[in-house]
């Protein structure tokens, strides 16, 4: 099995809304990532989670909030987002570093309003 | 700026020709890697080429690596509609901490 799943595909919310997306893989992987990604332009890593311990912050607005319940899930907390927050949001894992291929989920359209 | 910056941004090619994308970095890099994502959805991994590799060939893919030029191709052959995508190179760099940045993308269209 080599497929990450992303939940919603789709996800409309106000700019007062509390939302999360979820991503799932049982690869084994224990690298999981989530990029931002704006139309025309490529994916903008945001988090990287390492054996379910955060490593990598890339200077991510508090309003999004990541959390890792077990090794094959990953969650983005969304919060208060603004109208430019707007974007595809790709998740992804690796086998255990960064480094590494990348597995890629189908990614959650989300757009505030 | 972009660690990967991919040549030309937007192709345009008959199907059953060859389409060539290339891709330049600035920094030293451990690996580099070619992805593809069909329009709205998630990348594909295509292929990985290490720094110590000058080539490598995937099927109908073949990627080329020249570290002094710090530069990279991708080229497909025999294209086929199918293949209509947006292409990004991916190179990791070492910035206080190990990260892949991905380049801006070659728009790859292939006409029946």
């Known amino acids: 099995d080599t497929e990450v799943t992303q939940t919603p595909k789709h996800l409309v919310m106000g700019m007062t809304n509390k939302k999360s997306l979820k991503c799932e893989q049982h690869m084994g992987h224990r690298a999981m990532y989530w990029y931002k990604q704006k139309a025309k332009k490529p994916p903008e890593l945001m988090f990287v989670?390492?054996?379910?311990?955060?490593?990598i912050n890339e200077s991510v607005p508090s309003r999004f909030s990541p959390e890792c319940p077990n090794s094959s899930l990953l969650n983005l907390h969304l919060h208060a987002l603004q109208p430019e927050d707007s974007a595809l949001y790709l998740c992804?894992?690796?086998?255990?570093?960064?480094?590494?291929?990348?597995?890629f989920g189908p990614g959650t359209r989300l757009l505030v309003l | 700026s972009q660690q990967g910056e991919e040549d030309p941004q937007a192709l345009s090619i008959q199907e059953g020709e060859n389409a060539t994308m290339n891709c330049s970095y600035k920094?030293?890099?451990?690996?580099l890697q070619w992805y593809r994502q069909n329009s709205g959805r998630g990348l594909v991994h295509l292929i990985l080429?290490?720094?110590?590799?000058r080539e490598k060939h995937s099927g109908r893919l073949r990627v080329t690596l020249d570290t002094s030029k710090k530069s990279s191709s991708l080229l497909i052959t025999a294209s086929r509609a199918a293949d209509t995508a947006s292409y990004f190179c991916?190179?990791?760099?070492?910035?206080?901490?190990?990260?892949?940045?991905f380049g801006i993308g070659t728009k790859l269209q292939v006409i029946p």
């Open positions: 992804a894992s690796s086998h255990s570093g960064i480094q590494e291929t990348q597995y």
């Open positions: 991916a190179t990791d760099a070492f910035r206080g901490y190990q990260k892949v940045t």
């Open positions: 989670y390492s054996y379910e311990k955060l490593s």
């Open positions: 920094t030293s890099i451990n690996n």
């Open positions: 080429i290490r720094s110590n590799e």
